[in-house]
């Protein structure tokens, strides 16, 4: 789970479900764009670990954690006019704070994606609040670019009642029954008619299904020199300079490499020449890159190999059978999805164009 916490000042960016690009009128769904500053909201709780936090029986009243602050700071909002905390008064609210290429995020994009379609009808509002890692993720353009196509903190949700109290709070994947059984109670307290008490019926799509945590060998991995690890290419990289890299002569489990002509920054590698590649040795069910072109409106095809053949029935959904894609927005792409037999395997990733930046690998 990454760690960042809500912010103080947002841009709002939705309406409809956060993610989805439901019409305004819906009135169901809000997205926040929350700008770096890294200081919480007056009335936010601290993100706590799950772990060490009592565990609240879902049939249990729920405590009062602190007010829902208010949305003034936000710079824009998208599918949605601005709303208010007075304006949500007698709505339950669900925050859910994301950014779009965050892995842990979208693993609970389809529970807060059927909770607004089962509940909205019954009073619920789910405000979506983005909070970017990566320069990228703060372009206002690649975040509309993810609210329209579903793609979409760190992930934490805020339950806030009719009264704008901030009842319930969860940080990180999991705890989905426990939190839609508190999404009923809070709208039964609201006075909402006939809430079923029955779970949502959720759908999850391509890198939105759950981890195969069972095989999961490998962590997410930033490609910048400021938070890599296990970066394997002779001679190290060289801080924003262009350099020519290669491959090891071999990869240990988690270890990586580029070959090629790369200028490696704090955040990403951006390729200088075409043919560049990337390698990974990894142990997951599924691999996924965050990466995308330098410019907008550009593109770069690409090609993947699993221990250096075409992936077959192993491709994931960014990719065709023979290991062909495009890369043209900036997101997170699913490269692989292993149907059985998860192993130490070897991709590499060739970029038969310049100009793409490639920012993180993540796995499940």
Same mark, same amino acid.
């Given at each position: 789970?990454?760690?960042?916490?809500?912010?103080?000042a947002?841009?709002?960016?939705?309406?409809?479900i956060?993610?989805?690009?439901?019409?305004?009128?819906?009135?169901?769904?809000?997205? =926040?764009q929350?700008?770096?500053?890294?200081?919480?909201?007056?009335g @936010?709780p601290?993100? @706590?670990?799950?772990?060490?936090?009592?565990?609240?029986?879902?049939?249990?009243?729920?405590?009062?954690e602190?007010?829902?602050?208010s949305?003034?700071?936000?710079?824009?909002?998208?599918?949605?006019?601005?709303?208010?905390?007075?304006?949500l008064?007698?709505?339950?609210v669900?925050v859910?704070v994301w950014?779009? /290429?965050?892995?842990?995020?979208?693993?609970?994009?389809?529970?807060v994606r059927?909770?607004?379609? %089962?509940? %909205?009808?019954?009073?619920?509002? @789910?405000?979506?609040?983005?909070?970017?890692?990566?320069?990228?993720?703060?372009?206002?353009e690649?975040?509309r670019?993810?609210?329209?196509?579903?793609?979409? !903190?760190?992930?934490a949700l805020?339950?806030?009642?009719?009264?704008g109290?901030i009842?319930?709070h969860?940080f990180?994947?999991?705890?989905?029954?426990?939190t839609?059984?508190?999404i009923?109670?809070?709208?039964?307290?609201a006075?909402?008619?006939g &809430?079923?008490?029955? !779970?949502?019926?959720?759908?999850?799509?391509?890198?939105?299904?759950a981890?195969?945590?069972?095989?999961l %060998?490998?962590?997410?991995?930033y490609?910048?020199?400021?938070?890599?690890?296990?970066?394997?290419?002779?001679g190290?990289?060289?801080?924003d %300079?262009?350099? =020519?890299y290669s491959?090891p002569?071999?990869?240990?489990l988690?270890?990586?490499?580029?070959?090629?002509?790369?200028? &490696?920054?704090?955040?990403?590698?951006?390729l200088?020449?075409?043919?560049?590649?990337?390698?990974y040795l990894?142990?997951?069910?599924?691999l996924?890159l =965050?990466?995308?072109?330098v410019?907008?409106?550009?593109?770069?095809?690409?090609?993947?190999?699993?221990?250096?053949?075409?992936p077959?029935?192993?491709h994931g959904?960014? =990719?065709?059978?023979?290991g062909?894609?495009?890369?043209?927005?900036?997101r997170?792409?699913?490269? @692989?999805?292993?149907?059985?037999g998860v192993e130490?395997?070897e991709?590499?990733?060739?970029?038969?164009?310049a100009? &793409?930046?490639?920012?993180?690998? /993540?796995?499940?």
């Amino acid at each position: 789970m990454r760690t960042n916490p809500l912010t103080a000042a947002a841009v709002v960016i939705g309406g409809g479900i956060a993610l989805q690009a439901v019409s305004a009128s819906a009135q169901t769904a809000t997205d =926040v764009q929350g700008p770096t500053a890294r200081t919480l909201p007056a009335g @936010v709780p601290a993100p @706590v670990p799950r772990a060490v936090l009592p565990m609240t029986p879902p049939t249990a009243r729920l405590p009062v954690e602190g007010t829902l602050p208010s949305l003034s700071g936000a710079t824009t909002w998208l599918n949605s006019p601005p709303l208010t905390p007075e304006g949500l008064r007698g709505k339950v609210v669900l925050v859910d704070v994301w950014t779009y /290429t965050c892995i842990n995020w979208l693993r609970t994009l389809p529970y807060v994606r059927a909770w607004a379609a %089962k509940y %909205k009808d019954h009073g619920l509002v @789910v405000i979506g609040v983005h909070s970017p890692e990566f320069e990228v993720e703060k372009d206002l353009e690649n975040v509309r670019r993810a609210v329209k196509f579903s793609n979409e !903190y760190w992930p934490a949700l805020y339950l806030v009642d009719a009264k704008g109290h901030i009842r319930y709070h969860q940080f990180g994947e999991g705890e989905y029954e426990r939190t839609e059984k508190f999404i009923q109670q809070l709208l039964i307290e609201a006075g909402a008619i006939g &809430v079923s008490r029955e !779970y949502a019926k959720v759908e999850a799509r391509g890198p939105e299904v759950a981890a195969d945590w069972s095989s999961l %060998k490998s962590g997410e991995n930033y490609i910048g020199y400021a938070r890599t690890e296990n970066f394997a290419s002779p001679g190290g990289a060289a801080r924003d %300079k262009a350099r =020519v890299y290669s491959n090891p002569s071999r990869l240990r489990l988690n270890q990586w490499a580029l070959s090629g002509n790369w200028t &490696v920054g704090p955040q990403a590698a951006v390729l200088n020449r075409p043919n560049g590649r990337a390698t990974y040795l990894f142990h997951a069910r599924d691999l996924h890159l =965050v990466m995308g072109p330098v410019a907008r409106g550009k593109s770069s095809r690409f090609r993947i190999l699993i221990d250096g053949q075409p992936p077959g029935p192993a491709h994931g959904t960014d =990719v065709d059978a023979e290991g062909n894609g495009t890369v043209s927005d900036q997101r997170l792409y699913q490269l @692989v999805r292993q149907p059985k037999g998860v192993e130490d395997r070897e991709f590499q990733i060739e970029f038969l164009e310049a100009d &793409v930046q490639v920012l993180a690998f /993540t796995f499940s």
